[in-house]
Each structure stands twice: as structure tokens, then as C-alpha cells.
């Protein structure tokens, strides 16, 4: 099957060079491409020198993960596309359990492995885990991780099954189905645009797959780590857009100003914890997605799916 892996990269030579070997050495059946972000650092003449099998798109700035993979994959002609982060380390026979989930359904999107913790191997990683959903309050979650709640790997989530987000640290889709959706909303920058484009593909009745055949280990907050106010801004920020964009009005009505109140505690509670600068990203979030309304709302799709929810109440559960 025709399959590009592409890794998107902005000064991250120290990732392309402790990780791209790995990815070389377990994807004879890929062609690998590099997509730089405008980068500061040597990564470019890095790459050209160390690795002239790697095929290398150069963003003219940096576009953020959604904005620089719409641009470089536009010029990445292959049937299917993985778009795997720098900071991930794969494993023997990683591809073969995911390109034979595509082959079983046309109508499968989106495939994610199993993900793993590089640093504490036994464990699920925190970015998508065994499977992404959202609880009823629109709130992402995986299996093998809820909030800060990691689970040990004991075989639990070794099978395969439809979920509702893959995860963008290794992400299987389709070419087609991608650009169908016209990509990611570059809007996001990072954060939960995954979950955004994965949602528009259930709208669209495709569907997204786990398979516990396969297995990745992610070292994960290469970018942003997981105390950045910026981090807290984009996630909250994005969250919302996508809720008005993809889900039921009849859901909306409630939700919206319910999360906002919710937001209002978490605000105080982030700022308690972690400094005066988190409580301000929760209201500049809240700020900018009142300001991307009108755009959101142009974005909506015409069928809205009207059950999207896999756990009831389970973040609102663990506030408590």
C-alpha cells in the first residue's frame, strides 16, 4: 500500500536525530518525509547530510502543527499518510496491523496504535493512549488515561475497536478522507485539532480505529509541556470551537454556558496551582473563541451526528 510518513518538525534536530534512525529502520515499506516548520536551528542541513533518503518540504514560517501539515501535505502524493511526531519511537512490524485495518473497510478513516510512555515504558503515554473519546461535557479522554490518571500496560486494550479520535502523535489516515475535510483547521494551531478533523469524519459516517497490534512509545511536550500557559490557552480555546463546530445544537444550548462556568472555577483552580499566567490563559481563550464565532458557526457541517459521547459524566465525575 502506498503510505507516506511524514514527520513535521520545527527546531527539533535533537528529536530528528535521537529518533528518525528508528523510523528508517522500521518502515521499509514507507517513504519518509520531513515537513520543517521554518525552522532556526541546523535541522535542514541536518537532515540532508545524515539522511539523503528522507524527502524534506520547507514551510516559509512556522504554521503551528494543523497550519504545517496542510501545507507541507500538499505536496505529499500518497493513498495514505501517517503523520507521526519527532519525539516518537516505533517498533517492528509497527505498519502492518494498521494498513490491514484500512484494507478490511474502505469506510475506516483514521487509525491510531497502541501509545505508549518512552521515559516509563510500562505505562500508556498521555497523548491518545488506547483510543480517544470525549465524556458528555465535551471533554477529551482516552482509554488508559483520564486527566492526570495513567495506566500500567497490562494487555487490557490489546484489541481493536472504533473510537471516536485518533491520536496526532501517530496518526494513520487516509489522503483522500483527509482532504475531503480540507485538513486540519489551521485556526487550532495545536491541540485537539486531531480530535476536530476526527469528528468532521464521523459526521461524515467514517470511521476511526484503535488497534492494540501495534505499538509506539512517545516521549511527549517537545513542543509545549504540560505546564506552558500557551499550552492551557490552546487547549481550551480549541476545545470550545470544536464543540460549536461539530456538535448538535440541542446540545450546545446547555453545554456552552455550563463549560463556561466550569471554566470559570477551573480558571481560579489553574491559577491557584500553577501561577497567575494560567488563570489569564483561560480567559484570553475564552476571549479569542467568542471572537472566532462567526467563523466557527460558517464551518459547521450540514449533519450533525446526534450521539457523540462515550462515558456519561466522567470528567464532571472526577471534579467532584
Known sequence: MDLAIV?????????LEKFLPNVIEHSEDALIYVIDNASSDDSISFLKENFPMVKIIVNTKNYG?????????????????????????VTAHWIRPILAIFQRDKNISAVQPKILDFNKRTHFEFAGAAGGFLDNLG???????????????????????????????CFFIRSQDFWAQNGFDA?????????????????????????????????????????SPQKTFLNIRNNFSMLLKNA??????????????????????????HGRSHFWAVIRAHFSFYEQIPKT????????????????????????
Do not use: M
Open 187 to 227: 485556526r487550532f494551531f495545536a491541540h485537539q485539532e486531531e480530535i476536530d478533523l476526527c469528528w468532521r469524519l464521523k459526521n461524515s459516517e467514517k470511521k476511526i480505529f484503535y488497534t492494540g497490534k501495534s505499538a509506539v512509545y512517545h516521549v511527549g511536550g517537545g513542543t509545549l509541556n504540560k505546564q
Open 297 to 320: 458557526f460558517k464551518l459547521r457541517q450540514k449533519n450533525q451526528i446526534k450521539k457523540f459521547y462515550e462515558a456519561k459524566w466522567l470528567v464532571f465525575k472526577n471534579f467532584l
Open 139 to 169: 471533554y477529551p479522554y482516552c482509554r488508559g488515561r483520564i486527566f492526570e490518571n495513567i495506566e500500567e500496560d497490562k494487555g487490557q486494550y490489546d484489541d481493536e475497536i472504533e473510537i471516536l479520535w485518533a491520536s496526532g502523535c
Open 7 to 15: 514527520i513535521l518538525n520545527w527546531n527539533g534536530k535533537n528529536w
Open 65 to 89: 502543527f494543523a497550519g504545517g501539515y496542510n501545507e507541507g501535505l500538499k505536496k505529499v502524493q500518497h493513498e495514505f499518510y501517517c503523520l507521526l511526531n519527532s519525539d516518537v519511537e
Open 248 to 273: 448538535p445544537f440541542s446540545t450546545l444550548v446547555w453545554l456552552i454556558p455550563f463549560r463556561l462556568i466550569l471554566d470559570g472555577f477551573a480558571g481560579i483552580y489553574f491559577g491557584y496551582k
